[in-house]
């Protein structure tokens, strides 16, 4: 049986996507040269698991101390920060999905049991499943993260925890809730956002959540995914939309991608490289996830956003049948 088989084929596909996005390009998460995704492992069109060193890792230079037990997150992977070449999801298999990933899952738990988005569940949930040993098998933890549980070390309410984010990570967590609520978008907008606000807050995180889901729900429409997207940055709505669109789209994908907009985390970059992957591939998802997890950088949670998006775009018939049975959804605990 398919995984959410109760959605119609576009939100369902959207939800795939998602999942898809991150799984794809997991194995060269952070690679920030190409070239050095070709020597490990060639042009990825399907699941790999990741190598046991990262050539490009700088997980050395993270840190993260528990004030006390009530911080407690890094658990058994505590060992592996600050040493050189660790791979951030060393442990995960082909086909499965990082951290921030498997909360979307959790999140989509949540709303199986509550009916629907419910902050104080999913929060609920989430401190659980964070503070408990076992629960996931990731190395890395975001800046979100440790942000959040520093502040609950502190004493505070998960209702206060959420910490001021600029990560591309984030903006994964708005789709479950836009696709729960795909028919009625006023409202699944509403929850959206305030699923990511309760642990990536922030002027910023707010400005690129409002571009993915104004760009949601005129797919939703059916536009095209190309012309909403061209829609939106003809009408500068944002500030990170601005750029030299036009001369892009007529230079190879990873030039544009890897020197012109950048690569990295942030969704000063993060945000327009989706929407170029959107002008220049929006027409051929698959391909536009394999540039997309070829381009490195931050290709994970680009890739989940944009899978996502691409997805509700074209439906099920967007994603190879090799994608949507290797992905290993059960690997995440269902909380």
């Not at 327009?272 to 591939?281: E, G, R, T, W």
């Not at 049975?325 to 269902?334: T, V, Y």
Request: with cysteine; net charge positive; hydrophobic share 40%.
């Amino acid at each position: 049986m398919m995984l959410f088989d109760s959605l119609s084929d576009k939100p369902r596909a959207a939800l795939y996507g998602l999942f898809i996005g991150d799984a794809l390009a997991m194995p060269v998460h952070w690679y920030y040269d190409p070239l050095n995704i070709e020597s490990d492992f060639g042009r990825i069109r399907d699941y790999q698991a990741p190598k046991s060193v990262h050539p490009e890792s700088i997980l050395w230079r993270s840190h993260y101390r528990s004030l006390n037990k009530r911080g407690e997150i890094l658990h058994d992977q505590a060992k592996y920060w600050g040493q050189q070449g660790v791979h951030y999801h060393q442990f995960l298999q082909a086909g499965e999905n990082t951290l921030n990933l498997q909360l979307c899952w959790l999140q989509w738990q949540s709303m199986l049991a509550m009916g629907g988005w419910n902050r104080a569940d999913y929060l609920k949930r989430y401190v659980e499943f964070m503070t408990t040993p076992g629960r996931h098998r990731d190395t890395y933890l975001e800046e979100s993260h440790r942000g959040f549980f520093t502040r609950y070390a502190k004493g505070m309410a998960p209702e206060k925890c959420s910490v001021p984010e600029k990560h591309v990570g984030g903006l994964a967590a708005l789709f479950p809730c836009l696709v729960w609520y795909d028919d009625d978008l006023e409202t699944g907008k509403r929850c959206a956002l305030e699923r990511m606000l309760a642990t990536h807050k922030g002027d910023l995180m707010q400005d690129a959540a409002q571009l993915m889901v104004k760009l949601y729900a005129v797919v939703a429409r059916g536009v095209s995914i190309r012309d909403a997207a061209q829609d939106l940055i003809d009408s500068q709505c944002s500030a990170l939309l601005k750029g030299n669109w036009r001369k892009w789209l007529e230079l190879p994908t990873r030039e544009v991608l890897t020197r012109r907009i950048g690569t990295v985390c942030y969704v000063q970059a993060a945000v327009p490289a989706i929407f170029y992957l959107l002008l220049k591939h929006g027409d051929q998802p698959e391909a536009a996830l394999v540039e997309n997890t070829m381009a490195g950088g931050d290709n994970a949670y680009r890739g989940a956003v944009l899978g996502a998006l691409l997805g509700r775009a074209h439906g099920m018939q967007a994603w190879p049948t090799r994608w949507v049975k290797g992905l290993r959804l059960a690997a995440a605990p269902e909380g």
